[in-house]
């Protein structure tokens, strides 16, 4: 199979997938989470494959969802065409799944990066949920799985203003891992992936599904109601000019409308 946003290779057990949209800033658009979910699926599925690193580059692992893909939508197209739906198979991946971060992790990015088990990050990391900033609010579990990991106080603070965290803040607060020098941090994912490659893989896949159980209570209505809080935006003046804003590269003016 081949990909045009990404790149995957496979190596002593580890399936490396880079997300590959730098000049947006790894931009998530339909095509890239379709190729994603794609190449994790057809790995989960070959025995050769026991880990998943995910990773972006040294600036971005990604900025979010593609704005402009979605920025001229209505309420209803968006629940139509339900093509972030796609998302939700991420969670029913069977492999562990590490993400490798560094740079802005943003939006739709810090929603992917949750979505992983574990997490390495570059002291130059930001991680955010500025959805808020566009007249809208996460749509891909981003305020479930925040709550979830940080308690609600932070959750709060950062999803309604949009602010990020450094890395060090993210790792006092048990949203990743371990925070490594930039040089060292896909080596350093790469490294705890091969590890883990050589346990047991069945027990790997039982003990991912029995945490899950463990962490997972009442996501998946959370979700469901966050998506259609995340469509019903699109009824509103806010998320019009919120992302017109963005585009145009000008402050938005919110209405309330
Ligand atoms: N979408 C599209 N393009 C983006 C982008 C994004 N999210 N982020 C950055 N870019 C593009 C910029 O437009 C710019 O393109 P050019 O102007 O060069 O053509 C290029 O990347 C470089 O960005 P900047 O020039 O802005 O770079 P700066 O260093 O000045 O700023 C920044 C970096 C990350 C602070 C800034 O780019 C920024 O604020 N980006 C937007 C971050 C954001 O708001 N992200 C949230 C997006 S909404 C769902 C699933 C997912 C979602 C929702 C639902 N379901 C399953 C239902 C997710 C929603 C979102 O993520």
Redesign the pocket.
């Known amino acids: 199979m081949t990909y045009t946003h990404i790149l995957v290779t496979i190596d002593q057990g580890v399936g490396l997938i880079t997300l590959n949209r730098p000049?947006?800033?790894n931009?998530?658009?339909t095509e890239l989470?379709e190729e994603l979910v794609n190449a994790l699926e057809k790995m989960d599925r070959d025995e050769s494959v026991r880990v998943f690193v995910i990773t972006g580059n040294e600036?971005?692992f990604?900025?979010?969802?593609?704005?402009?893909?979605?920025a001229n939508e209505t309420a209803i197209q968006?629940l139509l065409k339900?093509?972030?739906?796609?998302?939700?198979r991420i969670a029913h991946v069977s492999k562990p799944i590490i993400a490798a971060v560094s740079g802005?992790v943003?939006?739709?990015?810090?929603?992917l990066m949750m979505s992983c088990d574990m997490v390495i990050a570059s002291e130059s990391t930001?991680i955010g949920?500025?959805?808020i900033?566009?007249g809208?609010m996460?749509?891909?579990?981003?305020t479930q799985r925040l709550a979830h990991a940080v308690g609600k106080v932070k959750a709060m603070e950062m999803l309604l203003t949009?602010e990020p965290i450094t890395a060090s803040e993210a790792l006092r607060y048990g949203l990743i891992n371990r925070v490594v020098p930039i040089e060292v941090y896909l080596d350093e994912a790469l490294k705890l992936a091969r590890q883990i490659a050589s346990q047991p893989p069945i027990a790997v896949q039982m003990i991912k599904k029995a945490v899950h159980k463990a962490v997972g209570h009442g996501l998946d209505e959370g979700?469901a109601y966050?998506?259609n809080c995340?469509?019903l935006l699109f009824a509103s003046e806010d998320q019009t000019e919120g992302m017109q804003a963005?585009?145009n590269?000008r402050k938005p003016n919110f209405t309330g409308r």
């Open positions: 000049k947006v800033l931009a998530l658009n989470i600036r971005a990604a900025a979010g969802a593609d704005i402009g893909e979605m968006m339900d093509q972030f739906a796609v998302w939700d802005f943003l939006g739709g990015g810090c929603e930001k949920q500025p959805e900033k566009l809208v996460p749509g891909a579990g981003g949009g979700i966050e998506r995340f469509y963005f585009m590269k």
